[in-house]
T-cell receptor, first 109, second 114 residues
Framework: GQNIDQPTEMTATEGAIVQINCTYQTSGFNGLFWYQQHAGEAPTFLSY??LDGLEEKGRFSSFLSRSKGYSYLLLKELQMKDSASYLC??????????WGAGTKLIIKP | DAMVIQNPRYQVTQFGKPVTLSCSQT?????MYWYQQKSSQAPKLLFH???????NEADTPDNFQSRRPNTSFCFLDIRSPGLGDAAMYLC?????????????FGPGTRLTVL
């Protein structure tokens, strides 16, 4: 079957760095997406990886290892507004997104 | 600004009373999706359209129907809402199926069933 695993909840301190891990198993693979979702709002796109390695976008970076079925989202210089759920989604061979349940990130002052 | 719009943002209905949720987009994307998302769960794909080609997920209940009268608009009809249908309904668009184009979401409609 197809499956995405990510931690349910993480806590970090304002100004620090946090890494949110995601492992996936899909029938075929056409890339890995990360979305941010604030409570009661829709997901907003953060990053897309299809090749192995690190993609950096300002304070956020995303890493992919296809051989390990693994990705992480790295958030630097954490701000209170980064408190949100972070959803990992892998695209399968049919170009359908297989979604994780999200990691709720709590930022403490 | 190009965007995905959903109306209403909040919808309250009574058990068994039909309800229609709407989505429109100014992105000129040819693929539109409807997802259901319950609290602390992953979004669940209900349907998607590639242009007018309708694709129903195998486990989408018959109680849910969809219409796409033109490129810009898509509707989700819930014929007889049950308490278990209370959820956030998300509309998303992308520029092509068969590709890795990003899905962009509207703000969602939160449905409450009394």
């Amino acid at each position: 079957g197809q499956n995405i695993d990510q931690p349910t909840e993480m806590t970090a301190t304002e100004g620090a760095i946090v890494q949110i891990n995601c492992t996936y198993q899909t029938s075929g693979f056409n890339g890995l997406f990360w979305y941010q979702q604030h409570a009661g709002e829709a997901p907003t796109f953060l990053s897309y990886n299809v090749l192995d390695g690190l993609e950096e976008k300002g304070r956020f970076s995303s890493f992919l290892s296809r051989s390990k079925g693994y990705s992480y989202l790295l958030l630097k210089e954490l701000q209170m507004k980064d408190s949100a759920s972070y959803l990992c989604a892998a695209m399968d061979s049919n170009y359908q997104l297989i979604w994780g349940a999200g990691t709720k990130l709590i930022i403490k002052p | 600004d190009a965007m995905v719009i959903q109306n209403p943002r909040y919808q309250v209905t009574q058990f068994g009373k039909p309800v229609t949720l709407s989505c429109s987009q100014t992105l000129n994307h040819n693929v539109m999706y409807w997802y259901q998302q319950k609290s602390s769960q992953a979004p669940k794909l209900l349907f998607h359209y590639y242009d007018k080609d309708f694709n129903n997920e195998a486990d989408t209940p018959d109680n849910f129907q969809s219409r796409r009268p033109n490129t810009s608009f898509c509707f989700l009809d819930i014929r007889s809402p049950g308490l278990g249908d209370a959820a956030m309904y998300l509309c998303a668009t992308s520029s092509a199926a068969g590709g890795t184009d990003t899905q962009y979401f509207g703000p969602g409609t939160r449905l409450t069933v009394l």
